[in-house]
């Protein structure tokens, strides 16, 4: 049966289907505290840094809106707070100690699961996977990158 699918190659829609299973393992919990926006905002957040809702949005490659849906039921839940900064006209969000708890107890049983996944895995494939996976974004942000520079009419998909 011929595919319809929109890959010029079976390489293509292969990769595709394969980052299309990792992207939906959202390595959901059963004795989860956080929804999975929560810990990404979280996990973002984690470096100590405090964030605007723009620059959430940003590091999420979400609209604002939603970013700030997500962060305003973070903020009910206690996981997250907005504070003022003087000279700013945006609050900046930080997790609050009850959100950093959540995030610590969410990841540990993230890395439990994971670890399970790497038992089953030869070591020097996790270790290619790794590596493959970083090049892989590193080009994918570089191309990106070089599409921002580069005036609409004149993109290449070189």
């Not at 699918?5 to 980052?19: D, F, I, N, Q, Y």
């Not at 020097?124 to 892989?136: G, I, K, N, Q």
Request: charged fraction near 30%; avoid cysteine.
């Amino acid at each position: 049966m011929e595919s319809h699918t929109p890959w010029p190659t079976a390489l293509h829609g292969e990769l595709a289907e394969e980052l299309r299973k990792v992207t939906r393992r959202k390595l959901d919990l059963q004795d989860g505290q956080l929804e999975t926006s929560a810990f990404s905002i979280l996990w973002i957040l984690s470096d100590g840094k405090p964030r605007t809702l723009r620059e959430l949005a940003d590091e999420l490659s979400l609209e604002q809106s939603t970013v700030n849906r997500q962060v305003n039921s973070a903020i009910r839940h206690g996981y997250l707070e907005r504070f003022e900064v003087d000279g700013s006209i945006s609050r900046m969000i930080r997790p609050t100690e009850r959100g950093e708890a959540a995030f610590e107890h969410d990841g540990l049983q993230r890395a439990e699961r994971l670890n399970t996944v790497f038992a089953e895995l030869p070591h020097a494939t996790l270790d290619a996977l790794v590596w493959s996976l970083r090049e892989f974004n590193d080009a994918y942000d570089g191309v990106l990158e070089r599409q921002k520079r580069t005036p609409p009419g004149r993109r290449t998909t070189a």
